[in-house]
């Protein structure tokens, strides 16, 4: 994940786990933030079951901006908590199953601006 953050010349990266319950846990991240994510659990409110599918079929998620993306205002809120203003969000499926998720994300400003 180190050599992510300078490719994609981007803040942090992060791996999400998904529990059951729709909840991900940080289990893994590389930042140059001071603020870790690191073991926190995040609760999407927004996260429904059938987006779940979606990612198991192989979804990824583009938003180069919060403010210019069309998104929920509870998702929105959540990525303003979490100091995340543009990202990537990749599903990592094991056999099948959504395992987790990739997050590649920009806090400060969205990219190229």
Known sequence: MEEIRPLLNCDRVTIWQLDAN???????EST???????????????FRQQLVQMYCQGKIRVVSDIYTTEMSDCHCDMLISL????????????????????????SQHPPYS
């Open 22 to 28: 729709g909840k991900v846990i940080t289990v893994a």
């Open 83 to 106: 100091q995340i203003r543009a990202k990537i969000l990749m599903p990592l499926l094991c056999s099948d199953e959504l395992w987790s998720f990739l997050n590649v994300t920009q």
């Open 32 to 46: 140059n933030s001071a603020l870790s994510l690191l073991g926190q659990q995040i609760q999407d409110q927004c």
